[in-house]
């Protein structure tokens, strides 16, 4: 007869329970690191997953926790990736270093705490590449919040959204991160400026979602910022509830839609003295524009079109 033994089972050795190396003792939970290092614990947990930089020391009760040198290793991707290095690399570099090693390294590289003035887009590219989900919020939130919607969407936001399509192209920033992104964008756009109750004198409309045509929604938010009673239509019923919208009285002044093809339903530019603008994407330009029915479409921004718009309904 055979004796089927069962599989070994693995227990934890003095060296995973031992005191640590480094720091008298002293070990940290992923909560205190975050707070310590103004990390998002989901960041801190995503980079143990994906790139390995993390807890190394286990609690007899099988927790794992912080060391003072795991919490170096974590500091030091936290300010490569600030100054453009992809998460993987600066991980794979951290992992490799030794106490002094890590000691001399983090002398030399500069906390990136400047970076949130002075350098706004690269400090934004940063908390992507780490998906930091809060810091990400907070910054764009603050930014929003600072001046007028179109210079900080000028300077800022359009500036971040072509860096992480490029990060994205180049294959250093990835799928969540892009996402992360471009909500994160979205959300502080659709807080910025308030809906109007009274009928519209603008209607936007695209058949893709909000994340595919993120320039027209923040042409919306300029517009309303600027006092203009606007509609948002998106998703597959755009023809129909763009004409529900033309058969209202008043009528609106201006149709906007975000398409890449001339749509057969349009309407002409003198339907009912409607001004019809047709934007299609066109990063880094934000889009491209063309004011009527075959008109050439050229390369435009929010800017540029809001004020297009604003003339439109003086």
């Known amino acids: ?55 190394s020391h286990r609690t007899q009760g099988g927790h794992r926790r912080y060391t003072e040198r795991d919490i170096e290793r974590v500091e030091l991707v936290r300010r490569l990736v600030g100054r453009g290095v992809s998460a993987q690399d600066a991980a ?20 990136d705490h400047q970076l949130q003035t002075e350098k706004p887009v690269d400090t934004l590219v940063s908390a992507a590449l780490t998906l930091d989900a809060g810091r990400l919020e907070e910054l764009v939130s603050a930014f929003v919040a600072r001046t007028t919607f179109v210079d900080t969407w000028t300077r800022v936001l359009s500036p971040f959204l072509a860096r992480v399509s490029s990060e994205r192209s180049a294959g250093s920033l990835d799928l969540e991160g892009q996402n992360l992104a471009i909500q994160t964008v979205l959300k502080a756009l659709d807080a910025r400026a308030p809906g109007h109750d009274r009928l519209p004198e ?35 019923g755009v023809p ?8 209202t009285e008043p009528l609106p002044r201006v149709l906007i839609i975000w398409s890449d093809h001339e749509e057969p339903w349009l309407p002409s ?15 880094p330009h934000e889009m491209r524009v063309g004011a009527g029915r075959g008109r050439s479409m050229v390369a435009s921004d929010v800017r540029s079109v809001t004020e297009l718009v604003l003339d439109r309904i003086a």
Do not use: C, K, N
Request: glycine letters at 4%; aromatic letters at 4%; charged letters at 25%.
């Open 1 to 55: 007869m055979t004796i089927q033994r069962e599989p070994a089972r693995r227990t934890r050795t003095a060296r995973d329970t031992a005191p640590p190396e480094d720091g008298a003792g002293l070990t940290w939970g992923v909560g205190a690191v975050a707070s310590r290092l103004d990390i998002a614990a989901s960041t801190l947990r995503t980079w143990e997953r994906r790139y390995g930089v993390g807890p």
């Open 92 to 111: 794979r570099v951290a992992r490799q270093m030794d106490r002094d090693e890590l000691a001399a390294a983090l002398s030399e590289a500069p906390a």
């Open 202 to 236: 603008v209607v936007l409309a695209t058949r893709t979602t909000r994340a595919d045509s993120i320039p027209l929604v923040a042409l919306d938010t300029a517009l309303r910022a600027a006092e203009v009673r606007t509609a948002f239509i998106d998703a597959d």
């Open 240 to 247: 129909e509830q763009v004409q529900t919208s033309l058969d």
């Open 269 to 283: 530019s003198s339907t009912h003295e409607l001004a019809v603008v047709r934007l299609a994407p066109a990063w």
